[in-house]
């Protein structure tokens, strides 16, 4: 059996060179997905860690609101943060002992 072919029918590239239909608008490109709200990047959970490390070695518990202060914190260039761990663990020198 052999099949018919509908000379007809065109693809509308084909329509719109013959004028016999209009260029067809492109859909518009999907958005870009949003970065994740509060993801922090490997080198904030770096600085993270360290200062929570130094803040440990440091005999320093964490109160409430030092989460935000701390996520803050690793936020900054890594040697910024390295700085306020070496100030958290440096010994301080007993008052009594002056």
């Given at each position: 059996?052999?099949?018919r072919v509908d000379e007809s029918v065109g693809d509308i590239a084909s329509l719109v060179t013959l004028g016999?239909?209009?260029p067809q608008a492109?859909?518009?490109a999907p958005p870009?997905?949003?970065p994740a709200p509060d993801m922090p990047t490997p080198e904030e959970q770096a600085n993270e860690l360290?200062?929570?490390e130094a803040l440990v070695a440091a005999g320093v518990g964490k109160a409430a609101g030092d989460e935000e202060v701390i996520d803050a914190l690793a936020r900054l260039e890594p040697t910024e943060v390295q700085a306020v761990a070496r100030w958290l663990k440096t010994k301080k020198p007993d008052p009594?002992?002056?």
């Open positions: 059996m052999r099949r016999l239909a209009e492109k859909p518009a870009e997905p949003a360290l200062l929570e009594e002992t002056k």
